[in-house]
Nanobody
Framework: QVQLHESGPGLVKPSQTLSLTCTVSGGSVTADYYYWNWIRQPPGKGREWMGA???????YYGPSLKSHTSIARDATKNQFTLHLTSVTPADTGIYYC??????????????????????WGQGTQVTVSS
């Protein structure tokens, strides 16, 4: 059974870059068909899809974040990463990595649907504060 685990700093200062890593076990980040996603949930709000990397290495970003978001994978470490530049307190929240069998419909501006993901990390709290 695949397992995902997020890691990274819990506290980031405004204007800095947030870097998170998702380590995958029990499955490969280069496996056919699967998309590896970053999702976040600000306090008191719903979950927001940030982006994904597909089985062929193609990268997809949510429209509101793509200007300061980058996603990559490291097949040798079986990890994928998120970098979010110029963070502000509005970027505070719980960050999740998740696997799904297809590109989420959120990419096509459809509402977030948790059912599109079959495996989740436990989430990591990130606070942006000086």
């Amino acid at each position: 059974q695949v397992q995902l685990h997020e890691s990274g700093p819990g506290l980031v200062k405004p204007s800095q870059t947030l870097s998170l890593t998702c380590t995958v076990s029990g499955g490969s980040v280069t496996a056919d068909y699967y998309y590896w996603n970053w999702i976040r949930q600000p306090p008191g709000k719903g979950r927001e899809w940030m982006g994904a990397i597909g089985p062929d290495g193609s990268i997809y970003y949510g429209p509101s974040l793509k200007s300061h978001t980058s996603i990559a994978r490291d097949a040798t470490k079986n990890q994928f990463t998120l970098h979010l530049t110029s963070v502000t307190p509005a970027d505070t929240g719980i960050y999740y990595c998740a696997r799904g069998p297809r590109l989420p419909t959120t990419y096509f501006s459809i509402s977030f649907n948790s059912d599109e993901y079959d495996s989740w990390g436990q989430g990591t709290q990130v606070t942006v504060s000086s």
